[in-house]
């Protein structure tokens, strides 16, 4: 079975400051994706970012990157000049190229922005 | 980006009734969508996978006899609560997942509270 973990329950960092969460995975499949999914306090899941495993270049959203190391199954989420409303819990996903099992989320992680 | 539609965002049943949940896809046709599960400051869990035109699969340990699930269209799915009780008090989450942008969309959730 597939599994995601999350080892930071909780991170904070100062407003315009760069965070990293961290994200490992374990497959056995070769064919799959990657998502990091903010949830604020309003419960709303909301696509932060997306790695296919095929492409070795790692995925960037405007302030939001990620370190995609498919040897070492690890899936990290950085966070540029962090703002007060990317205060939130961050959710890492993995789900089979065909999208069709569902998404396997880690534990979560509790992003606390200090102003 | 693609909608997801879920209604009710929050409900309040007597224990031994049951309680409908809808899921709406609104600009796309979905063959499958999925039902969650959030218990507080907890992860997503997957409950089953909603097949269009076909039985639901449901995940190890989830009752498929209290979860009713119905994907009668390519747009619409519904989890009926059976005979709820007290522990189904719960967050529950819809996903439809859309096959050309390799993305899952979220509805925005149900907060069901049985007394």
């Known amino acids: 079975a597939q599994t995601v973990t999350q080892s930071q329950p909780e991170m904070s960092v100062q407003e315009a400051e760069t965070v990293t969460l961290s994200c490992t995975y374990d497959?056995?499949?070769?064919?799959?994706?990657l998502f990091w999914y903010k949830q604020p306090p309003s419960r709303q899941m909301i696509l932060v970012i997306r790695?296919?495993?095929?492409?070795?270049q790692n995925a960037t959203e405007n302030r939001f990157s990620v370190n995609f190391q498919k040897a070492a199954k690890s899936f990290s989420l950085k966070i540029s000049d962090s703002q007060l409303g990317d205060a939130a819990m961050y959710f890492c996903?993995?789900?089979?190229?065909?999208?069709?099992?569902?998404?396997?989320f880690g534990k979560g992680t509790h992003l606390i922005i200090q102003p | 980006g693609a909608v997801v539609s879920q209604h009710p965002s929050r409900v309040i049943c007597k224990s031994g009734t049951s309680v409908k949940i809808e899921c709406r896809s609104l600009?796309?046709?979905?063959?499958?969508m999925f039902w969650y599960r959030q218990f507080p400051k907890q992860s997503l869990m997957l409950m089953a996978t909603?097949?269009?035109?076909?039985?639901?699969?449901?995940e190890q340990g989830v009752e498929k006899d209290k979860f009713l699930i119905n994907h009668a269209s390519l747009t619409l799915s519904t989890l009926t609560v059976t005979s709820a009780h007290p522990e189904d008090s719960s967050f529950y989450i819809c996903?439809?997942?859309?096959?050309?942008?390799?993305?899952?969309?979220f509805g925005q959730g149900t907060r069901l509270t049985v007394v």
């Open positions: 996903s439809a997942w859309d096959r050309m942008n390799t993305e899952a969309f």
């Open positions: 497959t056995s499949e070769s064919d799959y994706y």
């Open positions: 790695q296919e495993a095929y492409k070795q």
């Open positions: 996903a993995y789900t089979t190229g065909g999208g069709a099992d569902g998404l396997t």
């Open positions: 600009d796309f046709q979905a063959t499958t």
């Open positions: 909603s097949n269009e035109g076909s039985k639901a699969t449901y």
